[in-house]
């Protein structure tokens, strides 16, 4: 059983999400559309996809300011900026998408704004600004609780390695080991649950990929584990009607299209992604796994 136990979404409901429309005075507009939807009170990773009349806005960074309704949207009163950060740009491989991502701190309840300035090279400046509530847990499993240890099959479950992913990239070395497993090891864990071969939208990539990329620098120094979004992806064939929802995804909360989690040595989750995670991002959570050492028994 999970130590943490996950509030179940209302349809609609799911991070409060409200992709908004921005323009300048010139009245050139564009999208911000938010790719971290399940947040939380306290500190959390937030990352944005800000597009505007050419396509993908990709300046190296943005600055982004938070602002709080404490009267709700209605009353259109906000105050702040409560927090004014710097979010870095993160490039998807193959360079066709990317998102800007930074970590900002939720201190209250309710409903908030983020905002962010895009420099135009005119001197103009667009602000993107995404709307959200605030509540007092995340519906997937935050940082702090311990993983869920989740009995996934691997390929000694399975005649061949189509039926445990619905992507063309198949990297057996991420379908050695159940999280059950991983977890009684004291190594680091890094968990991708993704369905590569519908990911489709703004904020998703390849994800199972780039974890290919971390397990062939880490190599055995930590566990890795793809656990495909659907339990039958040799019978979907991109049909999606046929598509059995994979059971694990209750026990982690799961709400959204892919996600990525860094379990510490004590079983702990230290670090959580949800949608696209550039390998940086994986890569710097990993090493301070890695760093912080074997707890006591």
């Known amino acids: 059983m999970p130590a943490f136990a996950a509030p179940q979404p209302t349809p609609g ?21 938010l790719a971290t939807t399940d947040l939380a009170r306290g500190p959390q990773r937030f990352a944005v996809v800000l597009t505007d009349e050419t396509g993908l806005v990709n300046l190296p960074v943005v600055q982004m300011r938070t602002y709080y309704y404490r009267e709700g949207f209605e009353s259109g009163k ?10 870095r740009f993160h490039e998807f491989p193959l360079g066709t998408r990317g998102l800007y991502a930074t970590s ?6 309710g409903d908030w704004e983020v905002e962010a300035d895009v420099p135009r090279s005119d001197g103009s400046v667009l602000k993107a600004a995404v709307r959200f509530s605030i509540g007092h847990r995340t519906y997937s499993l935050p940082v702090g609780a311990v993983a869920d240890a989740s009995v996934n099959r691997t390929l000694k479950d ?8 619905t992507g063309s990239h198949r990297d057996p070395g991420l379908y050695q080991t159940t999280i059950a497993d991983a977890l ?10 993704a369905s590569p071969a519908f990911c489709t939208n703004a904020v998703c990539g390849p994800q199972v990929e780039v974890l290919s990329e971390i397990r062939e620098e880490f190599g055995a120094r930590a ?35 892919e996600w990525t989690y860094v379990i510490g040595r004590d079983g702990k ?29």
């Open 223 to 257: 566990n890795y584990v793809h656990i495909d979004y659907y339990e039958n992806p040799h019978e979907i064939q991109g049909d999606l009607t046929k598509a059995v929802p994979s059971k694990h995804l209750a026990a982690w909360g799961l709400t959204s299209q």
């Open 78 to 87: 906000r105050e702040g900026p409560a927090e004014t950060v710097t979010a």
């Open 13 to 33: 409901q799911v991070g409060g999400l409200e992709i908004q429309r921005w323009a300048d005075s010139s009245d050139r507009g564009g999208y911000a559309i």
């Open 184 to 193: 009684m090891t004291m190594k680091p864990t890094i968990v991708v649950f």
């Open 269 to 297: 989750i230290t670090a959580r992604f949800e949608n696209f995670a550039p390998r940086k991002e994986i890569k710097d959570a990993l090493e301070a796994a890695l760093a912080a050492g074997v707890p006591p028994r």
């Open 158 to 165: 399975v005649p061949s390695i189509g039926y445990l992913t």
């Open 104 to 109: 900002l701190d939720f201190n209250e309840l």
